[in-house]
Every structure is written in C-alpha cells, then in structure tokens.
C-alpha cells in the first residue's frame, strides 16, 4: 500500500469512475454521467486536503479516506465545495444532495476517533480476485493503531457481504430513493 501523490490523480479518477459507474450514492451526486470523472477529481482532492489518499502496490485499486479531525474551512476547501456546486451536483440539485450530507454528517458516529472510508474502488476487469479485500485489509491494519474504528457507507448491495466478511457491522440505514447502508468497524 503506497500513499498517493499528485502524479497519481489520473490513475485514481480513472479507477474510481469506472469502478461508481453504477453506483447509485455516487450517482445521487452528479448532474448526469458524463460529471462522474469531476466528482472524483473533486473526492481526490478532498482526500488530499482532509484525509489520505491510497494506492495498492500495483495501483489497480485506491481509497479516500477522510479523518473528521482534519476538516478544512478554509480558502482551498471552499473553492472545492463550489467546484463541485457547478460541475458535479449544478444549482438545482444542491438542496437535494446536501440534504443527504447532512443526514450522513449527523449519522456518522460523534463520539469516537474514527477514519471514514469515502470511497474504496478496484479496476473493475479485475474485480473478484481479492485485490479490494487484501487492500482493506492493509487500511484496517495501518488505522488500527492511531484509530478506534473505521467508517463507510454503501448503497450497492453486492458489497454488503464483503464488508461484513471484514468485521463490518451495519448501524443505521436511510433512504434517500435508494437504501444507503451505514457500516463501522471498531478496534
């Protein structure tokens, strides 16, 4: 598992979008489509900015994680947040998608030193062949000793078993047209 760098953000868009093309959360999100590769150039930098960025040794998978401790407010977090207002989500789905925000906000736990797993995505012709596990693997390893748990969200069904095969428990669901799944693993 190696960390990102600024060089990496072709790579990790290209993964990313290709592997949330179907994905209904990420979908929620984005004006049509073809604005799929700008919500990930966004999360990138998000993860950059209030988190880390990963890689597995031979980058066919990534991971945004993003710590609650490090949430930025300043100049740069803005102007990202208003990069993503007019080329991802567009003015007349900005109370839409904020509304799911702030439901996932105050849904996620508040009472405990946790990362959040924000997107975790593998080069789909490879998918099924142990990659996402292994690497999760090593994000659960590396967080356990600096954090007490690790958090993520999921709407896409087929990732449930996977999740809760890696001692994931399910602790809150909403709906938002689709079933969005709250999962936390402690240490």
Not at 9 to 24: A, G, Q, R, V, Y
Not at 103 to 119: A, C, G, K, M, R
């Amino acid at each position: 598992m190696i960390r990102a760098k600024k060089g990496d953000i072709p790579k990790l868009i290209s993964i990313l979008t290709e592997s949330f093309e179907d994905n209904k959360s990420a979908n929620f999100a984005v004006k049509n489509k073809k604005s799929l590769p700008e919500l990930f150039k966004y999360s990138v930098a998000k993860g950059f900015l209030c988190g880390d960025v990963w890689l597995n040794d031979d980058k066919t998978a990534c991971a945004i994680l993003l710590d609650p401790k490090k949430k930025k407010s300043g100049f740069q977090s803005v102007w990202l947040d208003l990069t993503l207002v007019f080329n991802v989500v567009g003015l007349f789905r900005i109370k839409k998608v904020r509304r799911k925000e702030n439901i996932t906000e105050q849904t996620l736990p508040h009472n405990i030193d946790y990362i959040h797993l924000w997107f975790l995505g593998v080069e789909p012709k490879i998918q099924g062949n142990g990659i996402g596990t292994s690497f999760l693997q090593e994000l659960i390893q590396f967080y356990k000793s600096s954090k007490e748990a690790i958090c993520l969200e999921t709407s896409t069904l087929v990732n449930i078993p996977f999740y809760e095969k890696q001692g994931f428990s399910r602790y809150a669901t909403k709906y938002f047209g689709f079933e969005f799944f709250f999962y936390i693993k402690q240490f």
